[in-house]
């Protein structure tokens, strides 16, 4: 893999025409700032992941304009920043996305997220999450959107060393293979002529 | 069941925050004035969704605001208006939308929409179209977006008398009343105390 | 409602072909006998969903002949009996399973079950358990197989007084209303003639 | 990628325990003769593929043992030998299955298969057919069942050249390639000791 990187302070936050022509795959974490992400670099992303591009949400990404946009809901839920263990279970065991993973992650201090998490039904479900004052969560979630495939993954705040985990870091390496381009034929739209006589 | 309508040229479109509250189903078609549609009714439509109002959108309701913004994709398709046959095929039959309705329903006239339909996977295909040309279409597809529910129904071009179809009937009755709405606990979202000491 | 019991003594299990034919939906329960059931009977109780009889499975229903068939997996999962806290979180809040329910249903003691779990994914997730233990659960899964709903639903030791729960009760009552059988046109399989010029 | 064959007549159908250990996926066609295929190895087939290993099943094989069994319903469906056109449309092109497809496959000579189609409902429907007679089907169906990938895909009548069609050999390697095992952690199912303090 080549990885590279894109702030918000960058012109266009990093994220022009050509750098997202050439990514497969765009990983998103942000938090306190997701309104100062330019609209047009939304609308641009967007078009990006329904041609195919695949996208990583980070934890508090959820909330992020690239995330909901595409979702269709407000991505809303509850949550605690109390210093508590998190458990993570694989749900789908045979999935890419699961590939070398312990039947659990355990983590030790995180952020709590609980449901009900406003998103779309996930299309496969990986991941749930136990957490130490007595919620759960939905944390490993997989959509198709247009050509691209879409990964929220839950863990990931800024407080705890959550990505220095070795089985956080394979989750994300994992989804990041999956969530790669596979392209068919490109769409096309619009007036079209009869294959067979009518 | 009680029906009113609303339309583009009144206040609001007629869908004022009163209108909606009382509304359990809206049943949407739009064709070539969508552009004309207010976003700020378009928002309050899709709160009202997300908080339990069905929405049953039907033909060219497809590149609607309101469905475009649920569903995060483009909702882009091939069309032609070549005066042909359509016959839509039933492939879950057993499901509510499919009630009382025939192995398939013909319409000798209708618009042609192809595949590749640009819309999330449907969490439930009901409909298969068949056409003359030589296409298929996903026509029937079920979505539950927060608490709400949706469905896209394809046929209905203006120039067709479709809608004075039996079984065209009973499908918009039957998703009228599978997406009525069957609330459970409003969503509590926001910072919140454990449940169990930590 | 009107509801009826049938038993494991009774003969043919008390699910004759008559029985089978005036029922709209059948609630499952066994643990330890699930070997005693009859093939024949299986299959019949089979044919049944197919053709739109709901079936609700209960706990340890899970390793039932019929629930194991109609899903194609072991559904095998883990398991304790400790006495233990459960808690069942809503994921589906809009869902008609979940219709009535608070966020959450809270049980003082009960057997628990942990993921894996060797399911089919459900088709819509509406349940999932947290542990005192530490573990989590699928606990309200959906089905269609043939013209039939079926519903898990987890919790119901032998040894705790969890149906005597109010919103134990209320996700049982729900589940029958929604597995209630609307039914569409019987399939016909088979050799078949063209609609069209071939 | 290695290939090699088993038929029926071989001593245990060649589907020897050593032989499925060492296979990534299967694929499986048949059609007069499944009664044929002996209890005790459909039994091993799908104990392979809930632990892992992947199965691509062909046209006729809708009604093998190894398919009923997996999917849990009848997996009937209606027929007709014709000689006609049919034409697959991808409707999920950025699929891992449809990579390197054109918008449909025509293939000018095959059987027909016609909704409904006894199946679950498909976790991914990557093609749906068009008949020259007026039928359509859903003719590439994705599955997850343990830890193993299922791919059902229609084309393939003894009678038609449909197997030297090149896209339909991009298909069926696809198809492979996608469902080959990514092992996650091995289930362990049974009795087990809490996490944490109860």
Redesign the interface.
Known sequence: MQTRTATLDEPEHGLTEAVLAQSDVLIWWGHKAHHEVSDEVVQRV?QRV?A?MGLVVLHSGHFSKIFT??????C?????V?N??E?L????????I??????SI?LSHEE?Y?????I??P???VL?????????F?SGCC???????IFYFRPGHEAYPTYHNAQVQRVIANAVRWAA????????????????Q?
């Open positions: 967007q329904l195919g946009r595409l979702m269709g809901t407000s809303n839920l509850s949550w605690r109390a508590e263990k458990r279970w694989v749900v789908a065991p045979g999935h890419p699961a590939e070398g993973l312990n039947a355990e709590m609980s449901e009900p998490f406003d779309p039904p299309e496969t479900l749930i999450s136990w957490f130490q004052g007595g919620e759960v939905r959509y198709q959107r247009g050509q691209g495939r381009p596979t392209p068919g034929a490109p769409p096309v739209f619009g007036r079209t002529q009869p294959l067979e009518i």
